[in-house]
């Protein structure tokens, strides 16, 4: 059974760094995408950031790019995303997704799997 469950989440004062996680059962890594998307409050969902295929090249948003990383730890079936330099404009619902077809996707009708989500929230 597929279950994916996220962590991690909470409050940051901008300028700061958070790790999110996305625990995972039912997939294995290398066969698989996954991508964190992110929800704020009044706004359509929206993709984050991604791995392409065979998990070798990443997919950014453009906000994302040069602020936030993932990387997936196959021994673990963990998947984390890392955020630096957060401003209020992070603040979402993050929520980790995986495919088993598209790799690095920026469609969320694409993903097959999701979890529940992690609020992250970004004060000044």
């Known amino acids: 059974q597929v279950q994916l469950v996220e962590s991690g989440g909470g409050l940051v004062l901008s300028g700061g760094s958070l790790k999110i996680s996305c625990s995972f059962t039912?997939?294995?890594?290398?066969?698989?995408?996954f991508s964190w998307f992110r929800q704020a409050p009044g706004k359509a969902r929206e993709f984050v950031i991604g791995?392409?295929?065979?998990?070798?090249?990443?997919y950014y948003s453009p906000d994302a790019k040069g602020r936030f990383t993932i990387s997936g730890n196959s021994a673990k079936n963990t998947v984390d995303l890392q955020m630096t330099r957060l401003y209020p404009g992070d603040t979402a619902v993050y929520f980790c997704a995986a495919s088993q077809g598209h790799w690095g996707s920026r469609n969320d009708e694409d993903y097959e799997y999701w979890g529940q989500g992690t609020q992250v929230t970004v004060s000044l």
């Open positions: 039912g997939l294995t890594l290398s066969r698989t995408s």
């Open positions: 791995f392409g295929k065979d998990n070798t090249n990443t």
